[in-house]
């Protein structure tokens, strides 16, 4: 047992376990060995438990026109199910709502241009852990066509 969860064991023998830890929140835990025979050895303190750093690993689209008010989605890994106060900023402006929000996806709606025509994307989660991709979108309204007739 790693905490109160049970790990999957890979392997046992005479000298060594090899097991996959359970999903657990971060913190430092007991690890228990618990034989057939029901005798128990615990390890205090033995194994921590960290969280991963956030990815982004697609912003799309990665143009929009400079008025915003299009859904962005974010592609990346680690982003919490929840963001509880998690942020996205797309250079200094936070995005205008929030879509979804889960581990590897959010979905939000883009500010109107302030400022820098190629912005970074700025995530920072509800726990407080931050990824930013640079020059990530851009602001770019197509051209107008002008019509004579």
């Known amino acids: 047992m790693m905490g109160a969860m049970n790990a999957s064991i890979q392997s046992w023998s005479d000298t060594g376990i090899t ?29 921590t ?15 929009a026109g400079d008025n915003g008010n299009t859904t962005i989605t974010i592609n990346g890994t680690d ?6 106060g998690g942020t996205v900023f797309f250079g200094t402006q936070e995005a205008l ?3 979804s929000w889960d581990h590897d996806t959010i979905r939000c709606t883009l500010p109107p241009r302030n400022g820098a025509k190629i912005v970074a994307v700025m995530i920072t989660t509800g726990d407080g852990r931050t990824v930013t991709a640079p020059d990530a979108l851009m602001y770019n309204d197509a051209p ?3 019509n004579p007739a």
């Open 19 to 47: 097991c996959t830890s359970p999903v657990h929140d971060a913190g430092i835990v007991d690890v228990t060995v618990e034989r057939a025979e029901g005798v128990a050895t615990t390890l205090v303190d033995a194994f």
């Open 49 to 63: 438990f960290t969280t991963p750093e956030p990815t982004i690993t697609s912003v799309s689209p990665g143009m």
């Open 79 to 84: 982003f919490g199910s929840d963001p509880n």
């Open 97 to 99: 709502s929030y879509l």
């Open 144 to 146: 107008q066509l002008f």
